[in-house]
């Protein structure tokens, strides 16, 4: 059964990427529970009126291997224990969404048999028209990736109308405006301007990978409550990176 999309929704179907350290909250590791239940709802909201959520949790809060690595470990074990905490997120993710009634699924990268299911794209695609959640967890299954190349890649796979990429900051800035109070924000930028100013605000592989596939990405704040709802009604939250008129 396919659910109706409020008229006035601009996205059908959206891959929302949530920052791993985020979800932190006040704390210094782990999950804050409450900033998970107020994601849960607000993620609620959007199934309410019809869009289509495809989520990709990053790790930070937990485990990143490029840290690992330069504590001594060796990377690609560093890597492996990054993906397999994205899972962990997404156990708590989908915890909260049941809590809140809203159904969901968890598919990992990689097979863990009894746990989550394993990632087949036709079948996520299935979830997501019957309106139920898709937590895509585990990233890409590869070392030396990170979330947003798999939120893009997911993103483009599921055919989303956007990547919407939800972190600690309001958007995207010439420099990284937690280090430069003075940084200025951009309300719109091209694929080639991300890239040949290396802005930081997410990785280079994942803005290569949605330039080909002319996949629009918005990065917003997501501490800021309302601003995803009012974001997939069409408001200009954040950053929006296209290829531009
Ligand atoms: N030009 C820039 N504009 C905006 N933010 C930037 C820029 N350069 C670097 N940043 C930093 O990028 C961060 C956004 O990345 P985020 O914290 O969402 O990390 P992530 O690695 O994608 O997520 P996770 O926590 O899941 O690993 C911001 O907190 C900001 O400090
Ligand atoms: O495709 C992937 C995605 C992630 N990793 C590892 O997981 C951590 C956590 O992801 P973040 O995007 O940093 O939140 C990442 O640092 C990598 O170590 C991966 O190997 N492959």
């Known amino acids: 059964m ?12 959206i891959l929302l990427k ?22 849960a709802l607000e993620i609620g909201q959007l199934v309410g009126i019809g869009v289509q959520v495809g989520l990709v949790i990053g790790g930070g809060n937990l485990f990143r291997g490029a840290a690992l690595s330069a504590a001594g470990m060796d990377r690609v074990t560093g ?3 990054g993906m397999l905490a994205t899972v962990m997120n997404g156990l708590a993710m989908r915890d909260a969404l049941e809590r809140a009634s809203i159904r969901s699924r968890v598919m990992s990268a990689i097979p863990m048999s009894g746990v989550v299911e394993h990632y087949d794209r036709r079948t996520a695609i299935r979830y997501l028209t019957s ?9 890409t299954g590869n070392p030396f990736f990170t979330t947003d190349s798999a939120a893009c890649l997911r993103g ?8 919407i990429k939800a972190t600690k900051v309001d958007g ?5 405006p937690v280090k430069h109070p003075n940084a200025v924000k951009y309300d719109r930028l ?16 994942a803005i290569c990978l949605v330039r080909d596939h002319d996949m629009p ?10 601003a995803l709802l009012n974001l997939v009604m069409g408001g200009k939250e954040g950053t929006l990176i296209d290829r531009g008129e």
């Not at 483009?156 to 990547?163: L, R, T």
């Not at 990405?217 to 309302?226: A, I, L, Q, S, Y």
């Open 2 to 13: 396919s659910i109706p999309n409020d008229r006035n929704a601009k996205y059908k179907r």
């Open 131 to 139: 309106g139920d959640v898709v937590i895509f967890s585990a990233g």
């Open 190 to 205: 091209d694929y080639d301007a991300v890239l040949d100013q290396k802005l930081g605000v997410m990785d280079l592989t």
């Open 18 to 39: 949530l920052s791993g350290e985020a979800l932190m909250g006040e704390l210094d590791f782990g999950i804050d529970p409450k900033v998970l239940d107020r994601m």
């Open 172 to 176: 995207v800035y010439d420099c990284d």
């Open 79 to 81: 890597d492996h224990m």
């Open 156 to 163: 483009i796979e599921i055919d989303a109308n956007v990547v």
């Open 217 to 226: 990405v918005r990065v917003f704040d997501m501490t800021k409550p309302g």
